[in-house]
């Protein structure tokens, strides 16, 4: 008797607590490319699951993929195979349907794991489902690994030890596999209980009227794109949407429509980039959507001018950047709906120290992440952040975490590193750490391959400027930073204070003092008081450049005292530490002398 497959939802569970797992928590790429596979095959696309498109839908490659000389794809394949044999015979041991990728292609195979008495899997087995395009590709797996269930053939959840056991060692299987899923049952919902980090006011379990607490999701915001439009405009802002996407950490990139059949309800972290006609004709809009509620979160319209060639990547680079990093739209939505979360909040609590520099948010960021570290995360993302936390503690000298060290903060920029080789944020962090010490060419290198790597985040060219700007070169560093300050209203206050000092030192003074003013938003620091006093001076605010100047002694009588110093210890430039002490000795700040 030919049992039907697996229904769609028991797939899709199982899938959701395989991604969930701590196996698949140690591979982010593999966790992407599952999910890619699985969603595409219960769409009815299987016959889409070949090499090429994954390795553009799924690890960001353009059309001139050749997979003979790239092997991302198999090499990828094979460890996704690997991981899942890893995972059933340990924590999934217990999972109703077994989910698994065979040898010769790419199409997803399912069987039922019932659980049975040795000696009658006759009566009780489950089958392989699979769609006719996958059959053929099963078979070699059989022939390659002999010790392996053929297609078709029922894999029991515990097999017998003899030929005709006995009654009493047949119950004792049976009890045994019944415990076993007892415990493993009791393993997920612990790890469910105790995945969120973070501070008090993120980690309380959310709790409705009349319904549980809403479950907990370990993984980055998951994007998808869907192009609805024709035309080479909306060809071109596909093209660069998806380059764009695929070049930022702070996302799992899959690139393909999400399935209208999914259960919604289970996936609040996934969102969808829709590619549609806009009002006129050579219009795109894009509109972004929450998958599990269809909110939208963003809708631009982009004309035939702005997504012509030249221009259309500066305006995906600028609605990106507003909605992908953590400041965005999409982690901004997670957050006020109170969904638990472990990384994304962590990241949140990040960008909140940067929007509000002191050291009660800067502890509390660190001290999030840093439990994420302690736990095992296996993200390049986690340790970027914490390095360049680290780099803060020991500048602004915070209490946490104790006695930071700059030698400190460089191991964990170069774990972030290793971890992820193509990751922006973290060679952007051990950039910033190198500027911190001086190198200032190693500095350089560093931040303009963060840039290279995505050059549709802002946030990364004006990383870029701002350390351009800082050894030297302000008539480079100054227009990246400042196109950048400009495409993006929601930027962080330092990308102003280094606008501020490229404008100054290329004697731009309406520019500096419009830079300075922007820092008034932020808690009090020495050298953004510094700046906007510069800058009321500039602007012939007199008053205002009095009262500046009472702070600034008032609060740091130390820099006050001796700006130079600080200058110096910061490793700025001798020509802009010497600009900079002679317009603050101007404004009766410093010695004389």
């Known amino acids: 008797m030919e049992h039907a497959p697996p229904a769609a939802p028991a797939v899709r569970e199982t899938l959701e607590r395989l991604l969930a797992s701590e196996t698949f928590g140690r591979s982010e790429r593999a966790r992407r490319l599952l999910r890619y596979l699985v969603e595409r095959e219960q769409a009815g696309e299987a016959d889409r699951l070949k090499g090429v498109s994954i390795a553009m839908d799924v690890f960001g490659k353009d059309g001139d993929f050749d997979a003979s000389t790239d092997a991302v794809v198999r090499v990828q394949a094979g460890r996704l195979r690997e991981l899942l044999e890893q995972y059933f015979a340990n924590e999934g041991v217990a999972e109703p349907v077994r989910i698994a990728i065979p040898r010769g292609g790419y199409v997803p195979s399912y069987e039922l794991n019932a659980i049975r008495l040795p000696g009658d899997a006759k009566s009780a087995s489950g089958t392989i489902a699979q769609r006719p395009d996958a059959s053929a590709e099963a078979a070699p797996a059989a022939a390659e690994h002999p010790d392996h269930h053929a297609p078709g053939e029922p894999v029991p959840l515990m097999a017998p030890a003899a030929p005709a056991p006995s009654l009493t060692r047949q119950l004792r299987f049976f009890w045994a ?48 794109i869907a192009v609805k439009a024709d035309g080479p405009e909306a060809a071109r802002v596909a093209t660069s949407l998806r380059a764009g996407l695929a070049g930022f950490d702070t996302i799992d990139f899959i690139g393909r429509d999400a399935d209208s059949t999914r259960d919604q309800s289970a996936d609040p972290v996934s969102f969808v980039f829709d590619i549609a006609p806009g009002p006129a004709a050579g219009d795109v809009t894009v509109e972004l959507q929450s998958v599990a509620t269809g909110r939208v979160l963003l809708s631009r319209n982009l004309t035939s ?104 903060a460089m191991s964990l920029a170069h774990r972030a590193v290793q971890m992820g080789p193509m990751s922006p944020h973290a060679h952007r962090a051990l950039g910033y750490l190198n500027s911190r010490l001086g190198n ?17 985040d802002l946030g990364m060219a004006a990383a870029y400027g701002y350390g351009l700007i800082f050894t030297g070169k302000y008539g480079e560093g100054t227009p990246i930073l400042s196109h950048a300050v400009e495409a993006f209203s929601g930027h962080p206050t330092w990308w102003d204070y280094g606008l501020f000092v490229g404008a100054f030192m290329q004697g731009d003074m309406k520019k500096a003092a419009i830079a300075s003013e922007s820092l008034r938003t932020t808690a009090s620091k020495s050298h953004y008081l510094a700046a906007r006093l510069i800058g009321a001076r500039i602007s012939g605010r007199d008053k205002l450049a009095s009262e500046l100047a009472n702070q600034l002694t008032a609060e740091f009588p130390k820099f006050a005292a001796d700006p130079r110093a600080t200058f110096v210890d910061r490793k700025y430039p001798a020509d802009l530490t010497e600009r900079l002490v002679q317009a603050l000795r101007e404004a009766g700040i410093g010695n004389p002398s």
């Not at 049952?185 to 009349?210: C, H, K, M, W, Y």
């Not at 990106?320 to 994304?344: E, H």
Request: charged share 20%.
């Open 177 to 224: 596999a019944m415990v076993l899923v007892i415990v493993m049952l009791g393993v997920l919902i612990a790890r469910q209980s105790n995945a969120f980090l973070g501070s008090a006011d993120t980690a309380a379990p959310v709790e409705t009227a009349g319904a549980a607490a809403q479950p907990i999701f370990d993984s980055l915001p998951l994007i998808y």
């Open 440 to 456: 200032a060419d190693e500095a350089i290198r560093l931040m303009r391959k963060a840039y290279e790597l995505n050059t549709y």
């Open 305 to 408: 001018v702005e997504s012509a060639p030249g221009m259309v990547e500066s305006n995906i680079a600028s609605l990106l950047t507003s909605t992908v990093p953590a400041s965005g739209a999409i982690y901004s939505y997670i957050d006020q709906s109170d969904i638990r979360t472990s990384q994304i909040g962590c990241l949140v609590l990040d960008d909140r120290y940067y929007l509000d520099m002191n050291a009660q948010t800067h502890e509390v960021a660190y001290r999030c992440l840093e439990k994420l570290a302690a736990e095992g995360t296996k993200s390049s993302l986690v340790y970027a952040e914490l390095a360049a936390l680290h780099v803060e503690a020991v500048t602004a000298h915070y209490a946490y975490p104790p006695e930071a060290t700059l030698e400190k």
